[in-house]
């Protein structure tokens, strides 16, 4: 069972995070660093020790960057196909770590690959978070043409979570690109029309539609501000919360 809350009680009792492929990289932004996958174990263990049910999805963009193959000419396809298999080098990669601290943890597939993982199956993703297990959903949708961020607003709405925390570089969603623009204001809220129309760029607009359409509200906040996520879960204003609300 999930362990039980040392202090205080959270706001959200079951959350899905997704994490960029860059998170476990490390300062070289490439391949897979086993302190980086340890940091990012510690930061989920420390919402778990509220009793919350957590899911992940990561990206593969330590790994393969599908985008810029495709600007090379590189089939659609192919590309999206390959980087699916990235995310499932990560989803394993962290399930270890995770597991060297002492957390059971689920690596599930949309793409089928018995011998290393579980195939994705809804109830039994389910069924392992309220046995307190940590479920890694990898390979995004299964299917080309749609991103990891789409696959985690769907697996969010799937698994009835009641948040989806996007947890990146940035401390949140600003009105314009704080590396170029240094006036950039950070929003502390924001609501789907708002995110859709200005184009802001934290999430593509499938997956924002998503939510949308099923009321999951979003977190963004930074990963590597120690305990960040665990803030977020218990209710603390953090980062941009993106809701229908004005």
């Known amino acids: 069972m999930p362990e039980k809350s040392k202090s205080g009680s ?44 957590v899911a992940v999805v990561i990206g593969g963009g330590n790994i393969w960057r599908g985008q810029s193959h495709v600007a090379a000419g590189m089939d659609r396809a192919q590309a999206d196909y390959m980087g699916m298999l990235a995310t499932v080098i990560n989803a394993l990669a962290l399930q270890d770590a995770m597991e060297r601290m002492g957390v059971f943890t689920r690596v599930m ?66 009105d314009a690109d704080p590396k170029k623009v240094p006036t950039a204001k950070r929003l502390a809220q924001l609501n789907y029309l708002d995110a859709l129309t200005l184009d802001l760029g934290f999430m593509d607009s499938t997956a924002l539609s998503l939510c949308m359409d099923n009321h999951m509200p979003i977190i963004v906040l930074n990963l590597w501000d120690a305990g960040s996520v665990e803030r977020a879960v218990l209710g603390e204003s953090i980062g941009t919360l993106v809701t229908s609300n004005k």
């Open 109 to 174: 597939t949309a793409v089928e690959m018995r011998d290393v993982a579980e195939p994705y199956i809804r109830r039994r993703a389910i069924r392992h978070m309220e046995k307190g297990r940590v479920c890694i959903f990898a390979a995004g949708t299964g299917n080309p043409y749609f991103t990891t961020d789409s696959a985690a607003a769907l697996r969010a709405v799937e698994i009835n979570a009641q948040v989806l925390i996007k947890a990146t570089k940035v401390d949140g969603v600003y």
């Open 10 to 53: 959270a706001k959200y009792s079951r959350i899905l995070l997704k994490l960029g492929g860059e998170s476990l990289a490390g300062e070289g932004a490439f391949g897979i660093n086993p302190q980086s996958a340890e940091a990012v174990a510690r930061e989920i263990i420390r919402v778990r020790q509220h009793g919350v049910e």
